[in-house]
């Protein structure tokens, strides 16, 4: 084995663009998490409204929607709050 310490690798030579360094790593997540949780709000209120329209069991619905909604809504707020 080698004595030499271990040399970082660098970019490749043919990149013909930088990564900024300027970006934090923590907004891009942020901006992640909101648009996921922005598709989902849309996506559940788009299920809600076919459910309730076009379902003939309404009594389970209503029950089920309240329950999605709020184990949805404790999920997401536990991801988004950064509790590990």
Same mark, same amino acid.
């Given at each position: 084995?080698?004595?030499?310490? +271990?040399?970082?690798?660098?970019? &490749? ?11 934090? &790593? ?12 922005? =598709?989902?709000?849309? =996506? ?5 409204? #076919?459910? +309730? #329209? =076009?379902? #003939?069991?309404? *009594?389970? *619905? ?5 329950? #999605? +909604? *709020?184990?949805?809504?404790? +999920? *997401?707020? =536990? ?6």
């Amino acid at each position: 084995m080698s004595d030499t310490p +271990l040399q970082p690798f660098g970019p &490749p030579a043919g990149l013909p663009f930088t990564f900024p360094t300027t970006v934090n &790593p923590q907004t891009v997540i942020t901006i992640f998490f909101w648009m996921v949780i922005v =598709y989902w709000t849309i =996506y559940t209120i788009v299920a809600i409204y #076919h459910w +309730l #329209h =076009y379902s #003939h069991r309404s *009594a389970i *619905a209503v029950p089920a929607i309240g329950i #999605h +909604l *709020a184990v949805s809504f404790l +999920l *997401a707020s =536990y991801a988004v709050s950064g509790l590990v």
